[in-house]
């Protein structure tokens, strides 16, 4: 699963396969916590994170969101910029 991006030690990663389910998503790992998240709304679809790291990756999202859905269709993998 290739790394979009890193910051503050959390990971976000996204599988490339023609057939992943939906909706379009994003998997984070922090520490031993790992979480999803839908990229069009931005909420935690499955996991466990503090909420300040929750709060982290949804912001991140927001930046990224419509470079994440371009990714999630054309299944091209690219690295986008860490949150600052």
């Known amino acids: 699963m290739p790394v979009i991006a890193r910051f503050f ?22 520490g031993e916590y790992n979480a999803t998240f839908d990229i069009q709304t931005g909420e935690m679809l499955e996991g466990d994170l503090s909420p300040r790291a929750k709060a982290l990756v949804q912001e991140w999202i927001g930046q990224h969101c419509d470079e994440l859905l371009e990714m999630w269709n054309s299944q091209k993998f690219k690295t986008l910029p860490p949150l600052e």
Do not use: C, D, L, W
């Open 9 to 30: 030690g959390i990971i976000i990663k996204m599988f490339f396969i023609k057939k992943e389910h939906q909706p379009p998503h994003i998997h984070v790992v922090y």
